[in-house]
């Protein structure tokens, strides 16, 4: 099983553009997150999926979209990219109480 | 407003020696408390978690202790290794079931020989 993961790895956007992160899980999870982590920060949840076609926002959705179809992927998008989005992104997923967390993507807005 | 506040920011301890995380939350319906160990460019991954129906939870070097009169939990790495330098979250959940994490924001931890 590969787990949790997400691409790109790394990217650099301009203010305004617009950008999805990928997140996809092959552990047949229904549960899946989107974290952002800022320096010092810990991790805040941005938006959370219990299935595919439901989702809901998490403590700091406003500039993020999400969308569930499949069990298997659970993109971000940022539609009018902002310097303070600049962050790194987490993706994880959860069967039971333990959350499987993927590699992160670190985006930057310039 | 901050459901789980983590203390301290930054820990540096010596080769050997125990290492110590507090963590205090407000909500009483929280009833799953784990602990998240990140190495540098790498993701989350679970270390340890406690329910509240124990007061201790220990698996190899490291020990949860929880104190439900004083709504707080904390880690201890005994004998702690450089290879433990990481950055540890502690969080909470209220409910059974799947709702999200409440994450506190993090120790950064440097065992030094």
């Known amino acids: 099983n590969a787990g949790v993961t997400q691409t790109p790895k790394f990217r650099i956007l301009k203010i305004g553009q617009s950008m999805t992160l990928q997140c996809a899980q092959d552990m047949n999870h229904n549960y899946m997150y989107w974290y952002r982590q800022d320096p010092g920060m810990g991790l805040k949840l941005i938006y959370y999926s219990v299935g595919a076609g439901i989702t809901d926002k998490g403590e700091v959705p406003n500039g993020y979209n999400v969308s569930r179809s499949t069990t298997e992927d659970f993109p971000l998008r940022l539609e009018l990219a902002a310097p303070s989005q600049t962050s790194v992104y987490f993706c994880?997923?959860?069967?039971?109480?333990?959350?499987?967390f993927g590699p992160g993507t670190r985006l930057t807005v310039l | 407003q901050q459901q789980v506040k983590q203390s301290p920011q930054s820990l540096i301890v010596q080769k050997g020696g125990i290492s110590i995380i507090n963590c205090a939350y407000e909500n009483t319906a929280f009833d799953y408390f784990p602990w998240y160990q990140q190495f540098p460019g790498k993701g989350p991954a679970l270390l340890i978690a406690?329910?509240?129906?124990?007061s201790e939870k220990k698996e190899g070097r490291f020990t949860i202790s929880f104190n439900k009169s004083a709504k707080q939990f904390s880690l201890h790495i005994m004998d702690s290794q450089p290879g433990d330098s990481a950055t540890y979250f502690c969080a909470a959940r209220r409910d059974s079931g799947n709702t999200p994490l409440v994450f506190g924001k993090g120790t950064r931890l440097s065992v030094i020989a």
């Open positions: 406690i329910r509240p129906d124990v």
């Open positions: 994880a997923s959860s069967y039971r109480d333990e959350q499987f």
